[in-house]
């Protein structure tokens, strides 16, 4: 049996995939005798691909909005098998169109997972890049920032970005790309960076912050770490304050505890004085 | 000496953290390529940062200051505490809050004070941050400010304009609490304030005759908090008065913070916290009042003493002690009655409906909606699966208890 290749990018972008999938829904090729094969991801052994079949023009392959959504969502994940089960969904929906409703079934969740974990990298990439600035030229602030995504996200989240930090200039470096805003136009590149050092004078005082919000008498450290998993802490400049917390909490806590109730300040009796509604007083 | 912004940051921050509020979802969608200025806002609210304690950190959440005319005593800023004292000015909570927001620490202000001079003394300097915020700078992030109990209803409709999310903490499950607690605050006064704002809010949600719109009054609604654990109120007292609150003012949320050592504690506070885990507990009876379909009464009905268990989640709890209506079949139970499942959440059985529309479900289906197959199989039947019936085994109590533990000595 004859098998077919169908040659996609690598960074998420849907659109190949999509023309891809169409032509090789319409020429009637069964999931399983296409290959899907990411760029530079080549191997040898069959150096010269089989010509596909002639289209059939009466095939009209249909999607719902519904289910292209949730699959160019799915196709931003890194996984090297998306393509694959992304066109085998899409074969098995032309006759089964009730399919994405089953969500019991192995394909359809696989996808949705896929799908969850791109929306999970995207939502906590645009909670935790931290923009440090720069010299700024022409009256602008410029900021820099990076980040290590799991996922093709960048297209993804570039316009939450924009349309936040609108007044300023903007780089965010990543292992997979770039996004850049200059106040007009959002630019979005793939090719990978690599990091750099980024000092910012505030992060010390956010560090400040961070340790005076956290309460040592209720340490909840896996609370902590499945919403903030450890492989971001590099890059937070927050987190290089955790160990020392968590190591002087329980005195603190001790600290508190054994504190007598000193004599009120001298304000306290004043105020009383002042306030008529203020019953006797209980010292 | 004036003390450094490093220092006034340190005690605010520090005075401030004893409010549980971090919420900056639900709010109307802004967004500053629209509308110019800094910072967007509406969705679903992001969460920049978890501390150990394993709150999430959204907003920068401060007190203007900590100087205060009350003296209740749960409260570390309370006028009788030795803690330090400090202050920022307007200008400084402006700046902190556009700078932070600038690096994406924060997702915008949680703005409260300790009461100075007068009530509409305090709420006026609230009010000018954030107007400072919304019309000097153009700043479209979030905005959550604490109302100041029996501030003038000019200064009340003022915030709104410019707020997210407005607050006032009902600080105690009952009234004799906070009659014990607070001497100086009354019960019926932050009802007629939390009241006020619900008619400003829902005022700003009609159109008139014309079909305009009146302005937008604090989009992401209003809510509260009660301690608990520091009075004697039982959980069952805590949910009534949360079910309440919710009912009677339309609140958004009811924070419940386990009452938490503060530095220079007051004598009338019990000696020892109540466990973190009774807090936990009053969240999931939170939810199930609020997304399960439940009503308060019934999780605390098997209850004597009024306390929910500590081992077993409230869920399960029902579950047991309602174990005749189960098992559900899977395949034909009701959305109502799979909502009461333990181990079925909202989503999951929203999936089951939709799914069994096509296929029978097994309970091995259940794996792939992220469901803990252990957890459900005693509750459910389905194709090929039909528990023990659950009033037969008496030891089953122990099958979902925790086991047991050495206790801690103090």
Known sequence: MTRFRARVSADGDSACWRTLARRALRAGIAPERLDWIEDGK????????????????????????????????ALCHSDPVRHDLAYRLVWRLQDEAGLLAVST????????????????????????????EQPGCNGRRRFCAWFEPDHHILRRVAPFFANRFTDMDWLIATPRGSIAWDGETLDVRSGAFTRPELADDLDQLWRT??????????????????????????????????????????????????????????????????????????D | MK?????????????????????????????????????????GGICHAYAPDGRCISLLKILLTNFCVYDCAYCINRSSSNVERARFSVEDVVWLTLEFYRRNYIEGLFLSSGIIRSSDYTMEQLVRVARELRLTHRFGGYIHLKTIPDASPGLIEEAGLYADRLSI????????????????????????AMGDVRGLIDAGRDRSHGGRRPPRFAP????TQMIVGADAASDRDVLTSATRLY??????????????????????????????????????????????????DEITAAIPDGMLSLDLDPKLAWALANRALFPLDLNTASREMLLRVPGLGPKAVQALLAARQHRTIRVEDLTRLNVSVRKVRPFVSARGWSPTKLADRHDLGTLFAPKPQQMSLL
């Open chain 2, 169 to 192: 903490n009902v600080e105690m499950p009952t009234e004799q609490g906070l009659a014990q607690y607070a001497p100086q605050k009354e019960a019926a006064g932050i009802r007629q």
């Open chain 2, 247 to 296: 009912n009677g003012y339309r609140l958004r949320r009811v924070y419940y913070s386990a009452f938490s050592p503060i530095p220079d504690a007051s004598a009338l506070l019990p000696v020892r916290p109540p466990p973190l885990v009774r807090e936990h507990r009053l969240y999931q009876a939170d939810w199930m009042v609020r997304f399960y379909g439940f009503a308060a």
């Open chain 2, 3 to 43: 003390r450094s912004m490093s220092d006034r940051l340190s005690i605010l921050a520090d005075a401030a953290k004893y409010d549980a509020s971090c919420a900056s979802s639900g709010t109307d969608k802004r967004n500053a390529r629209k509308a110019g200025g800094l910072g967007s806002a509406g969705g």
């Open chain 1, 42 to 73: 080549d191997d040898d052994l069959f150096p010269v691909d089989a010509p596909w079949p002639e289209e059939d023009p009466a095939r009209a392959p249909v999607l719902s909005r519904a289910a292209l959504t949730l699959i160019e969502t």
């Open chain 1, 105 to 132: 079934d192995a394909d359809v969740a696989r996808l949705r997972r896929m799908a969850q974990a791109v929306r999970r990298d995207s939502h906590k990439m645009t909670a935790f890049v931290r923009f440090r």
């Open chain 1, 209 to 282: 912050y961070y340790g005076a919000t956290f309460n040592p008498a209720r340490v909840k450290i896996q609370a902590m770490k499945s919403e903030m998993p450890r492989k971001y802490w590099r890059n937070l400049p927050e987190t290089n304050d955790i160990p020392a917390l968590l190591a002087g909490a329980d005195a603190r806590v001790r600290r508190m505890a054994a504190q007598q109730a000193a004599p009120a300040p001298a304000f306290h009796h004043s105020l009383r004085k002042r306030l008529p509604r203020v019953p006797e007083d209980r």
């Open chain 2, 220 to 223: 992401g609604g209003q809510s």
